[in-house]
Each structure stands twice: as structure tokens, then as C-alpha cells.
């Protein structure tokens, strides 16, 4: 099956650092790959979605400018926590799609702390 | 707006025994409905899906059918492992964007 890495898989920063997390597809390309937020005990919550060489189109209260998301390429999407505060913490969590395919397939996660 | 909720848990069982998810959701029309399942250290895995009313979906033993007048799609797997344990969740898609319920824990010992 396809597979989507994230890295890292865990990270630690200080408040008012930035933050970049990657997410690859491995064995396909992906056209569209999306962003997702998930708090203990509580569901994915979707934060962006992006298309390969298009900006990112980001759901309704999340801030564009501290969450910023690239799509440079059919298999590399980054999301950068830039000023990472306290309440950033959280599981990030990113899936890909192919042009011909209609599942999802996701990412295993990257821990955010912010210290 | 649109929502998935699903049982919390943990559901604990022991190995053979019957499971039941339960999976309830409020959308806009008849969406796709989905399970997912996440083992421990790796992403989200479809699990099953159905498309329209009245579809069963079934994969490893798993089955769920999708019932439009109670706008449910629980989980059910006659006999479970030990390998089933993980976290299962429930999923609606709209517009091309996946809602997803909170996740149920499943913890099977032998």
C-alpha cells in the first residue's frame, strides 16, 4: 500500500521558536495532501488543505500566517509552527492523495511540545 | 454542523469475543461513511467503507453497514485477536474533507 512518512516524529521547542514538520509520500504522487490537529482524547481535526504547487486552503480558525503550509512538490508538504507557543502543543497529523486515487492515506504523527 | 460520535472507551475484550464499535454522524445529505485504525506507532489505516445506504463494508473480519434512518455505521467482528487491538475511528467525508469521530481504544487480551 502507499506510504506516507512524517518528520520528525516527535519534537521539543522553546516558546517563540518556529517549527517545520515534513510530510512525504514514498511510492506515489501525491496531489493533494492535508494537515491535521489532534488533541488528547479528541478527534483530527482538519487545518488545511493543499495542492501541489498551489497555496494552501486553510478551515475556518486557523491562522494562515502562524501555520504555514508548502506543497512544493507531488511528494514533499511542509507545515511550519512559526512563534510556537504553549498551546501549539499537539499531535500533527498528515495524509496524502494521489490524482487517480480517491483514499486518504496518512501519516503516522509528529508530537509537538512547546516548552 | 456535521459530526461523528462514536463510544469512548476503552472497550476491553478478551480474545474471541464479540465487538461492537458503536457510530453515530450528522451530515449534509448521504456522505461516504468510513473506519479507520491506528496501531500503535503508525498513521491511520482505512479500516472499511461504504458509499450509499444500506452498503456493508467489510475488511479482516471487520463489518459495518451504512443505515441512513439511524445515521449510523457501527463496527462489529465476530472474533476478535489480540492483533486487533488499536484505535478505530469513525469518519464521514463531505466536500472532499473527512470528519472523524474521537476514536475508540480497543484492548484485546489473550
Known amino acids: 500500500g502507499a506510504v506516507v512518512s512524517q518528520h520528525p516524529s516527535w519534537v521539543i521547542c522553546k516558546s517563540g521558536t518556529s517549527v517545520k514538520i515534513e510530510c512525504r509520500s514514498l511510492?506515489?504522487?501525491?496531489?493533494?495532501m492535508f494537515w491535521y490537529r489532534q488533541f488528547p482524547k479528541q478527534s483530527l481535526m482538519l487545518m488545511a488543505t493543499?495542492?501541489?504547487?498551489?497555496?494552501?486552503?486553510?478551515e475556518q480558525g486557523v491562522e494562515k500566517d502562524k501555520f504555514l503550509i508548502n506543497h512544493a512538490s507531488l511528494t514533499l508538504s511542509t507545515l511550519t509552527v512559526t512563534s510556537a507557543h504553549p498551546e501549539d502543543s499537539s499531535f500533527y497529523i498528515c495524509?496524502?492523495?494521489?490524482?487517480?486515487?480517491?483514499?486518504?492515506?496518512f501519516g503516522p504523527g509528529t508530537r509537538l511540545t512547546v516548552t | 454542523g456535521d459530526s461523528v460520535t462514536q463510544m469512548e472507551g476503552p472497550v476491553t475484550l478478551s480474545e474471541e469475543a464479540f465487538l461492537t464499535i458503536n457510530c453515530t454522524y450528522t451530515?449534509?445529505?448521504?456522505?461516504?461513511l468510513f473506519w479507520y485504525v491506528q496501531y500503535p506507532g503508525e498513521g491511520l489505516q482505512l479500516l472499511l467503507k461504504?458509499?450509499?445506504?444500506?452498503d456493508k463494508g467489510s475488511n479482516k473480519g471487520f463489518e459495518a453497514t451504512y443505515r441512513k434512518e439511524t445515521t449510523s455505521f457501527h463496527l462489529e467482528k465476530g472474533s476478535v485477536q489480540v492483533s486487533d487491538s488499536a484505535v478505530y475511528f469513525c469518519a464521514h467525508e463531505g466536500f472532499q474533507k473527512l470528519v472523524f469521530g474521537t476514536g475508540t481504544r480497543l484492548l484485546v487480551s489473550p
Open positions: 511510492d506515489f504522487q501525491a496531489t493533494t
Open positions: 451530515a449534509t445529505g448521504y456522505p461516504s
Open positions: 493543499s495542492n501541489e504547487g498551489s497555496k494552501a486552503t486553510y
Open positions: 461504504a458509499t450509499k445506504a444500506d
Open positions: 495524509s496524502a492523495r494521489g490524482q487517480d486515487n480517491y483514499e486518504q492515506y
